[in-house]
């Protein structure tokens, strides 16, 4: 639903911010059920990165890439939108004599920034559909 409202040609970057903190709170919970596992060994969701690799290039110097959006416009290099959550495991650490590498403070701090983060995005959203709203009822109602 989030990409019919925003578009898959637009800049979707929030409705792609609210499913990758909807897939880090599963990836949290499931570090979280397996802290007593032997040998387990934590999954960590990387998005942000790759978005900001996406907005700003392979060497981020702070500008954003231009974008052509019609025909005379001056030419730019096209931009690319392709940042989507991904999962990893997490194998560079070990915090016990069993291998497990889940530590429970980290996890439940990682939950709590998460929760706030996303709140922040739903809060993003219901504004940006107020906006559309008020852009198509030119304000009225």
């Known amino acids: 639903m989030l990409e019919q409202i925003f578009g898959s040609s637009d800049f979707n970057y929030l409705p792609r911010a609210m499913t990758a903190a909807s897939i880090r709170q599963e990836v ?15 999954s960590v969701v990387n998005f942000e990165d790759l978005l900001a690799r996406e907005i700003y290039g ?15 416009h001056l030419p730019a290099e096209p931009l690319n939108y392709h940042a989507e959550p991904t999962i990893f495991q997490d194998n560079t650490t ?38 559309l709203k008020n852009a198509i009822t030119s304000g009225q109602g």
């Open 94 to 131: 070990i915090m016990r004599v069993d291998d497990n590498n889940v530590d429970v403070d980290i996890e439940m701090a990682s939950l709590a920034k998460n929760q706030i983060y996303f709140n922040a995005l739903v809060t993003e959203f219901g504004g940006h559909v107020t906006r």
């Open 28 to 42: 949290i919970a499931h570090n979280l059920a397996n802290v007593n596992t032997p040998n387990y060994r934590k």
């Open 58 to 72: 392979e060497e981020p110097d702070g500008k954003l890439k231009m974008a052509r959006t019609h025909d005379r």
